[in-house]
């Protein structure tokens, strides 16, 4: 599994993996929540079978992130 890089909590956008940003974009369009309630996001990105996007604010929130 990729591991994604985090600036004080903020996901650098250029390194995320495209399938990624396309998921944070649609969860983004439907409006359902607001995109700082990173819980609420989270449960949206499962029940959309959003597994990577779900996996990748698991890894930041645990501080499993690297450089790379």
């Known amino acids: ?3 994604y890089a ?3 909590g903020l996901i650098r956008p250029w390194q ?3 399938d990624v ?3 944070i974009l ?3 369009a ?3 929540t607001n995109m700082f309630d990173v819980n609420a996001v989270q449960r949206l990105a499962v029940e959309r ?3 990577e996007l779900a996996a990748a604010l698991t890894m930041i929130g645990q501080g499993m ?3 790379s």
């Open 1 to 3: 599994m990729k591991r």
């Open 21 to 23: 940003k396309e998921h």
């Open 65 to 67: 992130y690297g450089s």
């Open 16 to 18: 995320l993996d495209n």
């Open 30 to 32: 439907t409006g359902l």
């Open 49 to 51: 079978d959003f597994h």
């Open 6 to 8: 985090a600036v004080r």
């Open 26 to 28: 649609a969860l983004r």
